[in-house]
């Protein structure tokens, strides 16, 4: 069985250009997690996806940010412009209904702006 | 609201040697612990968790956590680690929603 796989692993932009990430969780799994590390800092929590809808987007930093789930199966995260302090690794999470508190983690997205 | 204190940024040890990475954590609730694994050019990797019962929780390539509650602590231990262990470690906490530390990078040195 395929793990939660993101793509890119590595994108390298200037500033004010934009950036599609793209997260496609574990087949039959609702919950569908965006997370962000800036560089040394903390994991943080970005938004939660119960299949198509967004059950909290507490964690988004901006309107520059627009995460998307159409379908209730991969999900995008786009960043637009992009600004430097946008760097870091973005990560994806999933877990199927029930199983909130355990999730399975992708490799993330090194996103780099310049 | 929950919140993790990793405790050591960096921890080198030489390989064979027990190693100890610290993990504080503040909440008003009950809540679930975690320890994810990050090994280079790959995801987070769940090592162990605490959800309830035995304080002493026993995980993947021979690591445990004790959960400790008057200390609020869940430190991860390992009695002789290997080179393989190279890694970031992560402790993280979870009640409505998951709070990470900041991380413990282990270097296993031969």
């Known amino acids: 069985e395929a793990g939660v796989t993101q793509f890119p692993s590595h994108s390298v932009i200037e500033k004010g250009q934009t950036v599609t990430l793209r997260c496609d969780p574990i087949?039959?799994?609702?919950?569908l997690y965006w997370y962000r590390r800036v560089m040394g800092k903390e994991i943080k929590f970005l938004l939660h996806?119960?299949?198509?809808?967004?059950?909290?987007e507490s964690g988004m930093p901006n309107n520059r940010f627009l995460a998307e789930r159409t379908g209730g199966t991969y999900s995008t995260l786009k960043v637009q412009p992009a600004e430097l302090e946008d760097s870091g690794v973005y990560f994806c999470?999933?877990?199927?209904?029930?199983?909130?508190?355990?999730?399975?983690f992708g490799a993330g997205t090194r996103l780099s702006v310049l | 609201a929950q919140s993790v204190t990793q405790l050591d940024s960096q921890v080198p040890v030489f390989e064979e040697a027990p190693v100890e990475l610290r993990c504080n954590y503040s909440?008003?609730?009950?809540?679930?612990l975690f320890w994810y694994v990050q090994y280079p050019n790959q995801g987070l990797q769940l090592l162990l968790k605490?959800?309830?019962?035995?304080?002493l929780v026993k995980g993947i390539n021979g690591f445990e956590a004790e959960f400790n509650k008057s200390q609020t602590s869940f430190h991860l231990r390992k009695p002789s680690v290997h080179i393989s262990d190279t890694a970031e470690y992560f402790c993280?906490?979870?009640?409505?929603?998951?709070?990470f530390g900041a991380g413990t990078r282990l270097t296993v040195k031969p």
């Open positions: 999470a999933s877990n199927p209904s029930g199983a909130k508190n355990i999730q399975y």
């Open positions: 993280a906490v979870s009640y409505n929603d998951m709070r």
């Open positions: 909440s008003s609730v009950s809540v679930y």
């Open positions: 996806f119960v299949k198509e809808s967004k059950q909290d």
């Open positions: 087949s039959g799994h609702d919950n």
């Open positions: 605490y959800l309830s019962g035995s304080t």
